[in-house]
């Protein structure tokens, strides 16, 4: 098979650049796959390829720009251009801009191939039907939010022109089937984008590091984190320093800059920037807790993944997605209230006031990381595609749940 891969790539700043990465990094292994064509957007510095693993040929072709109202023409003669055996999208609502018209007309995509009869799968990590428009700033107004609403129904139904919509958490495939009365809807998880050997659990010596990752402004907001750690600063005498690894959501640029200087009276508090792939196995490991500052959710979460990697105790607001995907997949971490500082307070500082459950969190969320590994979740999409191919050659229509279901059994 000779798989497109259509995905925003590091070193770039566009959203689930990461999982882009470790999509590649572990399709390559994969036996059946002889050939990736990593359609990716444009950055200035280099791709990153410099896998350790031996895989198989990578084609790289950097076609795309976040709010590029040419992307879908670029993508399209990509496609024609490498003639692939199969494609498939790793998307969310924003994948391709924060304008509505780039937005919108990078996800006609899927619809596009299918008019081509390329075999395609697309992995959307979010639906419109569970955003809080307002929390995760899009808007305010009441009546944008219907027309964004009606907009989003149009091209979700573009993208469930795939011959599979891949969707992350189970309470997804409901709501599309019920509300598109769709059949193709196939549940793959998010999966740990490494497993690394096991940690020791043990922290530096030095401050205790507090730690917020990802992309910063929309509905992911440090103030919040900044906060409770005073809180805590002012009733007991742990030596905690604050660490905000990752650069600005591309929606709000300028927003961590405006932070820190508001905080700038604030000790030990440090901004990372931009963590590259080789630099966040140090991140993970030298921090006592992540948290999860987020005033909403918009579908699975890396991050999480990433934490249970590498054995770290978790603090998240339990709201929306994300409160499913730790029940669903087996994490475990202290709970606190949106936007509530004392909340925050109190469950960070059971964590890092108390060693041995620190420890017990992160070993349960470790164990949680390794029994979803992405080698795992990418066999599944091989199936998925062998199983669409199949269809296709013997012209019939696939019957996605049965595949599913046989896929969970194995």
Not at 28 to 41: F, G, S, W, Y
Request: with cysteine.
């Amino acid at each position: 098979m000779r798989l497109a891969i259509v995905t925003a790539y590091p070193p770039s700043k566009v959203t689930l650049t990461e999982y882009g990465y470790h999509l590649v990094k572990h399709f390559r292994l994969q036996k059946d796959v002889t050939e990736i064509i990593l359609i990716c957007d444009r950055t200035v510095g280099e791709k990153d390829l410099d896998f350790t693993e031996n895989g198989c040929k990578i084609t790289v072709e950097a076609c795309w720009d976040f709010n590029n109202y040419a992307n879908l023409f670029r993508i399209n003669s990509a496609l024609t251009k490498t003639k692939p055996d199969a494609v498939l999208f790793n998307l969310q609502f924003l994948k391709f801009g924060d304008k509505k018209i780039p937005a919108a007309l990078g996800l006609l995509l899927p619809w596009i191939c299918k008019l081509r009869s390329i075999p395609t799968i697309s992995l959307l990590h979010n639906i419109l039907e569970q955003v809080d428009l307002e929390n995760a700033g899009f808007t305010k107004n009441k009546l944008l939010q219907r027309a964004y609403n009606f907009i989003g129904s149009t091209l979700t139904r573009f993208v469930l022109s795939s011959d599979v919509l891949a969707v992350t958490i189970s309470k997804y495939v409901g709501i599309l089937e019920k509300k598109y009365k769709a059949r193709n809807i196939a549940l793959i998880p998010h999966g740990a984008f490494e497993t690394p050997p096991e940690p020791n659990y043990q922290l530096p010596e030095g401050p205790k590091q507090v730690m917020a990752f990802g992309k910063f402004g929309t509905y992911k907001k440090v103030e919040v984190l900044i906060e409770a750690v005073e809180l805590i600063r002012k009733r007991s005498q742990e030596d905690i320093e604050i660490v905000i690894a990752g650069t600005d959501s591309p929606n709000t640029p300028g927003y961590l800059d405006a932070v820190a200087k508001k905080y700038a009276h604030v000790e030990k508090l440090r901004f990372t920037g931009y963590v590259a792939e080789e630099e966040v196995p140090q991140i993970f490991g030298d921090s006592a807790v992540t948290v999860f500052p987020y005033t909403s959710t918009t579908g699975s979460s890396g991050v999480l993944h990433q934490a249970g990697s590498y054995g770290n105790a978790v603090a998240l607001p339990d709201l929306g997605d994300l409160s499913i995907l730790v029940r669903e997949e087996g994490y475990k971490g202290e709970f606190f209230e949106p936007e509530n500082a004392a909340s925050l307070a109190d469950a960070i500082q059971k964590i890092i006031c108390n060693e041995p459950y620190r420890v017990h969190l992160g070993k349960i969320n470790y164990r949680a990381a390794c029994s979803l590994p992405m080698s795992d979740i990418t066999k599944r999409y091989i199936e998925f595609f062998k199983a669409i191919q199949f269809a296709k050659n013997n012209n019939f229509d696939l019957n996605v749940p049965k595949v599913a279901k046989k896929l969970e059994t194995a």
